[in-house]
C-alpha cells in the first residue's frame, strides 16, 4: 500500500503557529494602529471605492498603499522562491519567515499615532508573503491570515459528511476548523497582550516565526514509500 510523507511546511503544527500569528496581527493592528484589519485587502478595496465615488481622490490613495503593499509581498515570495528554492541547506519558505521577523521588529519600534500608516503597509506585506508561502496544509488549500475561505471550504466538507457520508470530509472539516479555533486564540491573545504591552506586543509573534523557521529545518520532502500492509 502506498502511503505520502506530507512535508513539515504542510503540517498541522506549523499552520497552527502561522494561523495564532494572524489571529495576533488583527487583534494587533485593530487595537493599536488605528482600528484597521491589515490581513485582508478587501476593505480596503471598498474603502478605496467609496473614497473615490466621494471625490475623495488623495484620500483613496490612502487605501492602495496597503493594497500595493500586498501586491508586493506576492511578488517578493515568488521571486525568493524561483531565485533561492533550496540553497546552503535553507528552505526558501525560511527565508519568507526570517524576512517577517525583522520587519515585525521594525513595526515593534514605530510611534503608536505618527507610525501607525507605515505599520499598517508592513503587517499587509508580511501577511501577503505568509499567505502566499504557506498555502496547503495536509494537501488542502488553507490561509493562515484570513478565516473566510478556511470557513468555507470547512463547511463544504461538512456538508461532503453530512449528505455523502464521506468519513474523509469529516477529518479535513475537522482540520479546518481547528486552524480557524487556533486563529481566533491568536486574535484573543493579540486581544489581550497589546493594551499592555503597546507597539511592542507585536515581537510576540516574532517569537513564533523563529519557532515555525527552526521547524523546517526537519523539512521532509514529500515523497512516495512502500510498505505492507
Given amino acids: ?15 497552527a503557529i502561522l494561523a495564532f500569528a494572524g489571529g ?13 484589519f491589515a490581513n485582508a485587502q478587501t476593505g480596503n478595496m471598498i474603502l478605496l471605492a467609496i473614497q473615490l465615488v466621494q471625490g475623495n481622490f488623495l484620500h483613496a490613495l490612502y487605501y ?3 493594497i500595493f503593499a500586498f501586491v508586493c509581498g506576492i511578488f517578493l515570495v515568488e521571486f525568493i522562491k524561483r531565485k533561492f528554492g533550496l540553497k546552503n541547506g535553507v528552505h526558501w519558505r525560511q527565508r519568507i519567515l526570517v524576512i517577517e521577523i525583522l520587519v515585525l521588529i521594525f513595526v515593534a519600534f514605530l510611534p503608536i499615532g505618527k507610525g501607525d500608516i507605515f505599520a499598517n503597509v ?3 506585506f508580511i501577511c501577503a508573503m505568509q499567505v502566499q508561502s504557506f498555502r496547503t496544509i495536509h494537501g488542502l488549500p488553507y490561509a493562515t491570515t484570513m ?11 461538512l456538508v461532503h459528511l453530512t449528505f455523502e457520508k464521506d468519513g474523509t470530509a469529516g477529518k479535513k472539516a475537522l482540520l479546518y476548523f481547528s486552524i480557524i479555533f ?5 486574535a484573543a491573545v493579540g486581544a489581550m497582550v ?3 504591552v503597546g507597539a511592542k506586543s507585536v515581537l510576540f ?20 514509500i512502500s510498505k505492507e500492509c
Fill in 194 to 196: 497589546t493594551p499592555l
Fill in 182 to 186: 487556533v486563529f481566533i486564540c491568536g
Fill in 205 to 224: 509573534c516574532c517569537v513564533l516565526l523563529a519557532i515555525a523557521f527552526f521547524m523546517l529545518f526537519f523539512q521532509q520532502k514529500g515523497k512516495e
Fill in 64 to 66: 492602495l498603499i496597503p
Fill in 147 to 157: 478565516c473566510t475561505g478556511n470557513l468555507r471550504s470547512g463547511t463544504e466538507q
Fill in 24 to 36: 495576533f496581527f488583527d487583534a494587533y493592528t485593530f487595537i493599536a494602529r488605528g482600528g484597521v
Fill in 1 to 15: 500500500m502506498k502511503q505520502w510523507n506530507s512535508p513539515i511546511s504542510e503540517s498541522f503544527r506549523i499552520g
Fill in 122 to 124: 508592513l503587517i499587509s
